[in-house]
């Protein structure tokens, strides 16, 4: 299996994959034909309220990403869940994410959930 994150503002790269947006909002700037976007699954992004709460400071990284987790397994969640990680068995994918730290984002989190 071959799972990445890259963030989406980077130029494409022959080696990606299917490529595969998981922010729920379009990035801004970003004209779509220039992010070469495969798949857009919008029931993979964390909830608008657990976005606000991580980038409001109030908890850790640790707590973002359980909290997460949890929410992945609702069912509209674990079925764009199941889909992702079946295109993860047919080749490589990579996961896109505007955001400014990959490391330490939900993109992380999922990238750590379809390697297992």
Known sequence: MSVRVR???EPPAPDDGLRVLVDRLWPRGLAKDAARVDEWP??????????RWYHAGEGSYEEFARR????????????????T???VREGPVT???????PEQS???????????
Request: no cysteine.
């Open 106 to 116: 939900h993109a992380a989190v999922l990238a750590r959930l379809l390697e297992r």
């Open 95 to 101: 996961l896109l994410t505007a955001v400014k730290s």
């Open 42 to 51: 919008k029931d993979l992004t964390p909830s608008a309220e657990l976005r």
């Open 7 to 9: 963030r989406v503002h």
């Open 68 to 83: 997460y987790e949890a929410e992945l397994a609702a069912p509209g969640a674990a079925e764009a869940l199941a889909r």
């Open 85 to 87: 990680r079946a295109w």
